[in-house]
Structure formats: C-alpha cells, structure tokens
Nanobody, 122 residues
Framework: QVQLIESGGGLVQIGGSLRLSCAAS????????MGWFRQSPGKEREFVAA????????LYGESVKGRAAISRDPAENTVYLRMVSLKPEDTAIYYC???????????????WGRGTQVTVSS
C-alpha cells in the first residue's frame, strides 16, 4: 500500500500562483507514475497533470496547459504541481494519484490522496 498526502492548498488570489506537494509513503521501493486530478462541486473529475515513473515524460490537461508544471523528487518520494496565472475556475479539490503500471489521463490510478482544497478568488 502507498499513502499519498497532499499539501500546499489554500486561498490564492486571481493571477497568483501555487505549489502543491504530494508525499508518498508506505511501499515506496517501487517507482510510480504520479499525477494530479481535481474536482469542483457539480463538475466531473478532471485530469490536471502526470509525470512518468522515470520523471522524463509529462502530460497536462488542456485547461492548465502552459500554466502548470509537474515535477518529482524521487529521493523524497514527492511530486509537485506548480501553477501560475490562477483563475477562479481553478478552484477545486486537488487529488494526488500514483500507480505502478498506469500512466495517462484517465482516472485509472490505483492510489489516491484525500485531496487539498485550492480556492482562487479576488
């Protein structure tokens, strides 16, 4: 089992930036693909970004492309999501995900964190 703990959410001003962190603990001897999804009230879960197990390939959702950057620190088993030029529509609960085999835009990751709230407001 792997536990994912997100941090870094909160209230951010429109046009501001944030950095979310996700620390993986537990069975971390295996390398995982990791990523982020988000969900707002009344909306479907949305893919945000993912980074491959080797840290060399990235995927981004269309709504954040150009404004988001995902990275990982394998030594710390941590993945980061940095976003800039935040908009009110970025307001959501952001979930960290991980999987030993799957890497992609679908919500097929085996491990999910509990989420961290991000609110973008003036």
């Amino acid at each position: 089992q792997v536990q994912l703990i997100e941090s870094g959410g909160g209230l951010v001003q429109i046009g501001g930036s944030l950095r979310l962190s996700c620390a993986a603990s537990g069975r971390t001897g295996t390398t995982y693909a990791m990523g982020w999804f988000r969900q707002s009230p009344g909306k479907e879960r949305e893919f945000v970004a993912a980074i491959a197990w080797n840290g060399l390939s990235y995927l981004y959702g269309e709504s954040v492309k150009g404004r988001a950057a995902i990275s990982r620190d394998p030594a710390e088993n941590t993945v980061y999501l940095r976003m800039v030029s935040l908009k009110p529509e970025d307001t959501a609960i952001y979930y960290c995900v991980a999987d030993e085999e799957y890497w992609g835009r679908q919500a097929a990751y085996g491990y999910w964190g509990r989420g961290t709230q991000v609110t973008v407001s003036s």
